[in-house]
């Protein structure tokens, strides 16, 4: 069983349009996050969240809206996207500062903006 | 802000070679830190570290955490071409809720 998927993986979208990526983790964790890796690799955290809560948001244009339904769940949604949002997104989820900080990954949504 | 500098940026070398990554930070809060592989897809988890001084090992790879200095290296041993990928150093913190940061990454080649 996957821990933590996204749907969808690749994304190939023209500049001006709305998009969301969805993620799910089934491992009961509390913590959710929003990662955007670029063409150097660096990775960036965008959003961190705890029990839906939203505890961390970076620099990040507002265009960029997480939504938490549930602790499970915590999908992207992208309004007005431009060339420079062309990256690779990775949702992860962690449990928090209970049980330790190991991070689990999904396997990250390729967006491509026109 | 919190900031994780991972040196060299990228490295190529001879299979059977042994290298050596390093990862330095300057995190407030500071709690643990995380070596991560990552191939074509998502990063999976190598090594978690919290105390200085204790060498966590899995096969040919090693790493150790100096807390003091506040730094952490990664060593593998006897290279192989499917070492191949950028290893990633993330940190920790507990200052209220978890945050990890995330270095730049060292791009390993190893080549036959």
């Known amino acids: 069983d996957t821990a933590v998927s996204q749907t969808p993986k690749y994304l190939v979208t023209q500049m001006g349009n709305d998009k969301s990526i969805k993620c799910e983790q089934n491992?009961?964790?509390?913590?959710m996050y929003w990662y955007k890796q670029d063409s150097k690799k660096f990775l960036k955290i965008m959003f961190s969240?705890?029990?839906?809560?939203?505890?961390i948001n970076e620099t990040v244009p507002n265009r960029f809206s997480p939504k938490s339904p549930d602790k499970a769940h915590l999908n992207l949604h992208i309004n007005s996207l431009e060339l420079g949002d062309s990256a690779v997104y990775f949702c992860?989820?962690?449990?928090?500062?209970?049980?330790?900080?190991?991070?689990?990954f999904g396997p990250g949504t390729r967006l491509t903006v026109l | 802000e919190d900031k994780v500098v991972q040196s060299p940026l990228s490295l190529v070398v001879h299979e059977g070679d042994t290298v050596t990554l390093n990862c330095s930070y300057e995190?407030?809060?500071?709690?643990?830190l995380l070596w991560y592989k990552q191939e074509k897809k998502a990063p999976t988890f190598l090594f978690m570290l919290?105390?200085?001084?204790i060498e966590k090992k899995s096969g040919r790879l090693s790493s150790i955490l100096d807390k003091k200095e506040l730094f952490s290296i990664l060593n593998i041993t006897a290279t192989q071409t499917g070492d191949s990928a950028i290893y990633l150093c993330?940190?920790?913190?507990?200052?209220?809720?978890?945050?990890?940061?995330f270095g730049t990454g060292t791009k390993l080649q190893v080549i036959p």
């Open positions: 491992l009961g964790h509390d913590t």
């Open positions: 995190v407030t809060n500071f709690r643990s």
């Open positions: 919290t105390s200085s001084g």
């Open positions: 993330a940190t920790v913190n507990s200052g209220g809720y978890q945050k990890v940061t």
């Open positions: 969240y705890n029990n839906k809560e939203l505890i």
């Open positions: 992860a989820s962690s449990q928090g500062r209970l049980w330790g900080q190991r991070v689990f």
